[in-house]
C-alpha cells in the first residue's frame, strides 16, 4: 500500500519499515505456503532457504514492492527470539 503523495525512496538510510515477516509454525507449513504462491503465479524472490540462527523463509513482494516472508524460526537453535 502507498499513501499518495509520499516520494519513493529505496535508500538504506530512510526510517521505517524494510520487510514484513510472517512467523509459521513448521519448514513444512512455510513449504506449504510457498507452493501456494508458487500456484497462482507469484513471484518468489527467495524460496525455501536455511539461514544461520535456525531461520526458514520464503519471500515475495507485492504489486507495491512491499517484500513479505514467511518464516519459520527453529526455538531449538534460536530461543530466545
Known sequence: MQKKGLQESRDADTVGYTHLAIEVES?????????????R????????VHYDG????????????NTFEITYINRMISPLL
Not at 503465479?41 to 525455501?48: A, D, F, Q, T
Not at 535456525?54 to 507495491?64: C, K, M, N, R, T
Open 27 to 39: 519448514e513444512q507449513r512455510v513449504d506449504e505456503l510457498t507452493a501456494y504462491c508458487r500456484e
Open 41 to 48: 503465479g507469484i513471484p518468489l524472490s527467495v524460496e525455501k
Open 54 to 65: 535456525g531461520f526458514y523463509e520464503s519471500a515475495f513482494q507485492d504489486p507495491d514492492g
